[in-house]
């Protein structure tokens, strides 16, 4: 067993991206699976366009309570856990896979908190490190004003998702606990800081994490509406809270699209594809760092061509329809595709590296302690060549990347509005098609991390 996880994590970037695709998935029809796929995507679109009225999404009330925990409380406490993160990534072992700070992070923040609030709606807002932190600290100084921050719209929240990216899919080491801690110390006094000077409000657009969340959560079909002590628990098909939200402005759309780009350029970056094209051989890989200024490029190079498209598509539609539909509501259709291909990208990771996670909060200190009252058990990655298992974690997150598109149709449909010509769909149906097909390809090709 540890020579299995030694060899994983000798790839590079492997240890917290997606898992190596197994043997298994390649002998699969995934070819018959994509093509399925984006007929179901372009039929779903044109009979869409075509018809006389779509599916209602509407909202309803599940039951109303009072809050058991206020998000001071809950916010501070994930404060300090934050905080005890940050010591043990900068005092406890270089080992990422024996480290709570790696495991807690990439495992816990970046993969199960934006799954689950996929499905039951925003979890980041009551643990989010800053909310009760700022309360105090603004209380404290009697500070109730702005510092203007809030011209700046979600520009700050781009930039650091930006440098967030590039940490994650293309330096060095991302997942060295030492090297993790002290960046994400020095992130949370920024933003916080920052935070008290504006408002804790910013924080919901200018902060890329309290952002990225709050925008996957809304295509959750539950999710709760929170109205002083009371808290309400809603339900709706997927994306119902995405119809009720104003047009995004240009800095909100400029983030939307860098959140599509890093998603598929982090897949990109591991396919046997991209190493071809940039001269690496993916089964005798030079590191991180021999490829750090190309993928730095792919990755900028990306975004481009992801807003190049959204932004050619739009316009094309505009000119069919005759009219110019404004681009800012369309842009909401594209939460659902980055929340589904989220899930879908890192379903495998969470399995594999979410198992060292799962072991790690169990015996937090390695002394063989039961805490959350599991029996030691081994980190097994045996299932990767299961050729019973691996059809069905593929046919889980094909069934993830197929709901987002056809998810992301109905929103298109909708958002644009009823009065539109039909033959104006038909520029976002391609692109909606490529994009099915370009990230189950992602997920379904052969890749070396």
């Given at each position: 067993m540890?020579?299995?996880?030694?060899?994983f994590m000798l790839?590079?970037?492997?240890a917290?991206?997606c898992?190596?695709p197994?043997?298994?998935?390649?002998?699969l029809?995934?070819?018959?699976?994509i093509?399925?796929a984006?007929?179901?995507?372009?039929?779903?679109?044109?009979?869409?366009?075509?018809a006389?009225?779509?599916?209602?999404?509407?909202?309803?009330?599940?039951?109303?309570?009072r809050?058991?925990?206020p998000?001071?409380?809950?916010?501070?406490?994930?404060f300090?856990?934050?905080c005890?993160?940050?010591?043990?990534?900068?005092f406890?072992?270089?080992?990422?896979?024996?480290?709570?700070?790696?495991l807690?992070?990439?495992?816990?923040?970046?993969?199960?908190?934006?799954?689950?609030s996929v499905?039951?709606?925003n979890?980041?807002?009551?643990?989010?490190?800053?909310?009760?932190?700022?309360?105090?600290m603004r209380?404290?100084?009697?500070?109730?004003?702005?510092a203007?921050?809030?011209?700046?719209g979600?520009?700050?929240?781009?930039t650091?998702?930006?440098?967030?990216?590039?940490?994650?899919?293309?330096?060095?080491?991302?997942?060295?606990?030492?090297?993790?801690?002290?960046?994400a110390?020095a992130?949370?006094?920024?933003?916080?800081?920052l935070?008290?000077?504006?408002g804790?409000d910013?924080?919901?657009?200018?902060?890329?994490?309290?952002?990225?969340m709050g925008?996957?959560?809304?295509?959750?079909?539950f999710?709760?509406?929170?109205h002083?002590?009371r808290?309400?628990?809603?339900?709706?098909?997927?994306?119902?809270?995405?119809?009720?939200?104003p047009p995004?402005?240009?800095?909100?759309?400029?983030?939307?699209?860098?959140?599509?780009?890093?998603?598929?350029?982090d897949?990109?970056a591991?396919?046997?594809?991209w190493?071809?094209?940039?001269?690496?051989?993916?089964?005798e890989?030079?590191?991180?760092?021999?490829?750090?200024?190309?993928?730095?490029?792919?990755?900028?190079?990306v975004?481009?061509m992801?807003?190049?498209?959204?932004?050619?598509?739009?316009?094309?539609?505009?000119?069919?329809?005759?009219?110019?539909?404004?681009?800012?509501?369309?842009?909401?259709?594209?939460l659902?595709?980055?929340?589904g291909?989220?899930?879908?990208?890192?379903l495998v990771?969470?399995?594999?590296?979410?198992?060292?996670?799962?072991?790690?909060l169990?015996?937090?200190?390695f002394r063989?302690?039961?805490v959350?009252?599991?029996?030691?058990f081994y980190?097994?990655?045996?299932?990767?060549?299961?050729?019973?298992?691996?059809?069905?974690?593929?046919?889980?997150?094909f069934?993830?990347?197929?709901?987002?598109?056809?998810?992301?149709?109905?929103?298109?449909?909708?958002?644009?509005?009823t009065?539109?010509?039909?033959?104006?769909?038909l520029?976002?149906?391609a692109l909606?098609?490529?994009?099915t097909?370009?990230g189950?390809?992602?997920?379904?090709?052969?890749?070396?991390?």
């Amino acid at each position: 067993m540890k020579g299995l996880a030694g060899a994983f994590m000798l790839l590079p970037g492997a240890a917290f991206a997606c898992a190596l695709p197994p043997s298994v998935i390649l002998t699969l029809p995934t070819g018959h699976y994509i093509t399925g796929a984006a007929i179901t995507v372009a039929v779903t679109a044109v009979m869409g366009a075509f018809a006389d009225r779509l599916p209602r999404m509407t909202a309803a009330q599940v039951m109303e309570r009072r809050i058991l925990l206020p998000v001071s409380v809950s916010s501070y406490l994930s404060f300090l856990c934050f905080c005890g993160l940050v010591l043990i990534g900068i005092f406890g072992a270089r080992d990422p896979m024996h480290n709570l700070m790696t495991l807690v992070f990439w495992t816990g923040v970046w993969i199960v908190v934006p799954i689950g609030s996929v499905l039951f709606g925003n979890l980041w807002r009551s643990i989010n490190p800053w909310t009760a932190p700022v309360r105090i600290m603004r209380t404290l100084l009697g500070r109730t004003g702005t510092a203007g921050l809030s011209r700046f719209g979600h520009w700050p929240a781009v930039t650091l998702y930006a440098g967030f990216a590039w940490f994650q899919i293309v330096s060095l080491s991302p997942d060295d606990p030492y090297e993790l801690a002290v960046l994400a110390m020095a992130y949370w006094l920024v933003i916080f800081v920052l935070a008290v000077a504006e408002g804790e409000d910013w924080l919901e657009q200018g902060e890329f994490l309290t952002v990225f969340m709050g925008y996957l959560a809304k295509v959750a079909p539950f999710w709760l509406e929170l109205h002083g002590n009371r808290a309400r628990l809603m339900r709706g098909w997927p994306g119902t809270q995405i119809l009720a939200m104003p047009p995004l402005p240009v800095s909100a759309m400029a983030f939307v699209t860098l959140a599509l780009a890093a998603l598929t350029f982090d897949g990109l970056a591991e396919t046997f594809w991209w190493q071809g094209l940039i001269g690496e051989n993916p089964l005798e890989p030079t590191g991180r760092s021999a490829v750090m200024g190309v993928n730095t490029l792919g990755l900028i190079g990306v975004w481009a061509m992801t807003i190049s498209t959204i932004w050619a598509v739009i316009r094309a539609g505009q000119m069919i329809s005759g009219k110019r539909f404004a681009p800012g509501p369309v842009m909401l259709s594209f939460l659902a595709i980055a929340a589904g291909y989220h899930a879908a990208h890192y379903l495998v990771t969470l399995l594999t590296v979410g198992q060292y996670t799962l072991a790690a909060l169990n015996d937090p200190l390695f002394r063989g302690d039961e805490v959350l009252g599991l029996p030691p058990f081994y980190v097994s990655f045996g299932f990767l060549t299961d050729s019973r298992i691996m059809p069905l974690i593929y046919a889980v997150q094909f069934v993830a990347i197929l709901g987002a598109h056809v998810l992301a149709v109905l929103l298109a449909l909708r958002l644009v509005g009823t009065d539109t010509r039909a033959t104006a769909h038909l520029p976002m149906t391609a692109l909606m098609v490529g994009y099915t097909v370009l990230g189950l390809w992602l997920l379904s090709t052969a890749r070396s991390g």
